[in-house]
């Protein structure tokens, strides 16, 4: 009987001993392991874009002590830029980047800011602009959990300019000229101007502004100085204009991965997503001062646009092209007028 009793109590030590194994060295293991998402974006890795999202990367994975860690797929190395929406909501990517005006149909509802030529100019209020109106916009969220996503980050851009070998001194002086523009409600906006406008790829620019295909480009003044078409031309002129640019990019992360992180690393991720807006819009100013003075250190001359100028030239399009979106949005079976009109109370509350 004793004999029985020291085999059973011998038995249960052991059980204790495999609990406690189990407890303090395989808990710890659990508690570190890593969670790898994978970012796509089709910026090439080094352009402003990259660098902010490596920064919000760089950060997540120290404020979460490396659980957090990321795959980076740049330059459409794991998804094109129009196979991005698609291939986020599919979990081909967990993370990425998304320029909206891409999608006009699919994202319509986040292209709503995109006919205002006035509102806030400095990237810093424009991207709290931009929070403001997402936060009380149901039907933004509604839209992007369509596509099985969440928004991070809202990446803004800069001022635009529009520029070329020709003399340009107003805004009125582009009545009649060759300009290119990328579309959409650009090219609305400087048709209203008198432009005659020219549809081209980013890299064909150059080109046809040295041939007189084209007399201007109307693009933000950090890619005008990436194409170097300051150096086309004897006497070169470049418009910078305060205008509030509607267009914008957005990082956003899959559902069904963000329903798997835990409440700590969704914190970290969405407070790193706003910061992003900070870092992003210190890094626009600079570069725009510093293109700015190497283009007019190469003879480009610039003219700073009023905003009386830029008031003027909305009062002639402007809700020409608000009308157009709530038009468009109407027959394509979104309901936009609500966001339409929120929009246009929230933007003054920015205007600078």
Known sequence: MRKKKIVLNGFICLIFLLIFSIFFLVAPSLEAKTITLRYASYNPPRGMGAQTAIWLMNEVTKRTNGKVKFQQYFAGSLLKARELLRGIQKG??????????????????????????????????????????YKKSPELKA????????????????KHSVGGPVPL??????????????????????????AKIVFLRGTEVYSAMQKGAIDANYTPVTSYYKYKLYEIGKHHHLLVIPQFIGSIGIITINLDTWKKLSPDIKKIISDVGKEYSKIEADKIIALEKEYKEKMKAKGCEIIEISKDEVKKWASICEEASKSKWLKRAQKEGVKGKE??????????????
């Open 169 to 194: 001194k107003s805004l009125a002086d582009l009545k009649g000229r060759k300009v290119r523009c990328a579309g959409g409600y650009d090219a609305q906006h400087m048709s209203a101007l008198g």
């Open 143 to 158: 839209e992007l959990a369509k596509w099985n996503q969440k928004l991070v980050a809202i990446r803004v851009f800069g």
């Open 339 to 352: 966001l339409m009109e929120r929009s246009s109370k929230l933007i003054k509350k920015y205007y600078d």
């Open 92 to 133: 081909t990517a967990d993370v990425g980047y998304i320029f909206v005006p891409y999608y006009p149909k699919e994202l319509k509802l986040l292209t709503v800011a995109e006919p205002f030529l006035l509102g806030p100019v400095h990237p810093k209020e424009k991207a709290a602009f931009f929070w403001e109106l």
